[in-house]
């Protein structure tokens, strides 16, 4: 009765044990099944709450929706919010350990202070391809050159239909150049 005992113990132990290898393993292969799968980090000047954020978000959902082997990561940098240059080189500073812990090969920066304040800092490296987005103005301004790790879409106003629009409701003035 006492080795029956002693043996069931014994099983029961085991069991426990090859069910904690069985778990182990598929975490650790979780794990690497998520580690190897491409990774894409959208860092925001403003808050999600703001329509061309959420705008944004929503274009990119749609965009990546069938893509099942991407991981993506967005972080919101609320620089509305930041008064002080000191609170926007902070903002900035979290927005970068976030990206160096996420670690992700393409970053899309959406915004002038995404890209002043964190994008930029990423120029050169060989790890990491940086796209831009909602940049006004001229983007080299910010040391990105077309052909390195960088590449985007600026905000170009548009000329052409304020023209028409000043020349409807002020048929006397000139048109902008």
Do not use: C, W
Request: glycine residues 6%; proline residues 3%.
């Amino acid at each position: 009765m006492v080795d029956n005992l002693h043996t069931a113990k014994l099983k029961s132990s085991i069991i426990s044990i090859l069910k904690g290898v069985v778990f182990a393993s598929l975490l650790g292969l979780l794990v690497l099944h998520n580690l190897s799968k491409p990774r894409i980090m959208v860092i925001h000047s403003y808050e999600p709450t703001m329509d061309i954020v959420k705008d944004f978000d929503n274009g990119t959902k749609k965009v990546l929706e069938n893509e099942f082997d991407l991981l993506i990561q967005t972080y919101y940098m609320n620089m509305l919010n930041k008064n002080t240059i000191k609170q926007k080189i902070n903002a900035g500073i979290e927005a970068r350990a976030s990206i160096d812990r996420f670690k992700p090969e393409i970053l899309v920066a959406v915004g002038d202070e995404a890209q002043e304040f964190s994008a930029k800092f990423y120029l050169g490296k060989k790890n990491i391809r940086i796209i831009f987005a909602g940049v006004k103005g001229d983007f080299k301004k910010l040391g990105y050159i077309p052909g390195q790790n960088v590449g985007g879409i600026i905000e170009v106003p548009q000329v052409q239909e304020l023209n028409l629009l000043i020349n409807s409701m002020f048929p006397r003035k000139k048109t902008l150049n």
